[in-house]
């Protein structure tokens, strides 16, 4: 059956081509996007492409500005580049593969916890999906896909917040499409994330870890993220919503069941499309 594979990865400024290679063999990935990748693109491109035996295509307009990259799979003319925004982090791309309808896949890079604190990722949050909103009403489409480094916790305010991101825990609610404040509709997301959170869940607790010694952390954190608009939540196989432990060959983390640093702070997530349109 005709499919759609997306991961992303911030794999913090370190050439991985060999991993990437191995996940998208290992999970058949159409589009994959990065953050915090070396500059050498072209390089790493001819790597890729060479060791999984296919063409692969960088799309971005500005690619030396921005801080995310998109990378596509075998038919680079399904994919389409339509904005680069907020200081280069965030890129707004048209996905139309065929047998899907077309729909916004939107990558974004948010700054540092180290550089920024919550009132700062709360103003980048609402400047961000304002500017989603905008792309979407600007090419009539409500089909929308946001996945990247947004540098919070789905429980944080500048994810669940009506002026930010939005993004509910469950599909019902999520599903009414927009919620009412003071007069005011604002859009909702859905968040599977939520669902991957802690050492119930099937995979790691978390994409990122960080054990400060200050009296309030988490330890654990969920800051790489993919969220829905309610139109795609029938095309979105949300039991593929997965955070990676593994590029398929070796672990990417260590006996502690820690981040191995040789590969990256974050670890990889993963999900998988499948058009409506399809027995």
Not at 11 to 38: G, R, V, W
Not at 77 to 104: A, K, M
Not at 133 to 148: A, Q, T, Y
Request: proline share 6%; charged share 20%; hydrophobic share 35%.
């Amino acid at each position: 059956m005709p499919k759609i594979n997306l991961a992303f990865w911030n794999t913090q400024n370190n050439d991985l081509s060999d991993s990437i290679s191995n996940i998208i063999h290992k999970h058949k990935i159409n589009i994959f996007a990065f953050a915090e990748l070396p500059n050498e693109l072209e390089t790493m491109r001819q790597l890729i492409s060479s060791k999984i035996g296919a063409p692969v295509h960088w799309h971005n307009l500005l690619p030396l500005v921005e801080k995310t990259k998109l990378l596509s799979i075998l038919n680079h003319e399904y994919v389409t580049p339509l904005s680069n925004e907020i200081q280069g982090r965030l890129s707004i791309f048209s996905i139309h593969y065929p047998l899907f309808p077309e729909f916004l896949a939107a990558i974004v890079h948010f700054p540092s916890r180290r550089n920024k604190d919550e009132t700062d990722l709360e103003e980048f949050s609402r400047r961000t999906i304002n500017k989603i909103h905008d792309m979407s009403r600007e090419f009539k489409n409500e089909r929308i896909l946001v996945i990247g480094d947004f540098n919070q916790n789905p429980y944080e305010k500048g994810m669940l917040q009506a002026t930010g991101f939005h993004a509910v825990m469950d599909e019902g609610t999520a599903s009414r499409r927009a919620r009412t404040c003071d007069g005011q509709s604002y859009p909702m997301l859905y968040s599977p994330m939520w669902s991957l959170m802690g050492d119930r869940s099937q995979g790691p607790p978390g994409t990122h870890y960080y054990s400060p010694s200050k009296i309030y952390t988490s330890h654990w954190h969920m800051l790489d993220q993919v969220l829905l608009s309610p139109g795609l939540l029938d095309e979105v196989v949300l039991e593929s919503v997965e955070i990676l432990s593994s590029d398929g060959v070796n672990s990417l983390l260590n006996e502690n069941g820690l981040l191995r640093k040789e590969y990256s702070d974050h670890l990889p997530i993963k999900v998988e499309m499948r058009s409506k349109e399809l027995p």
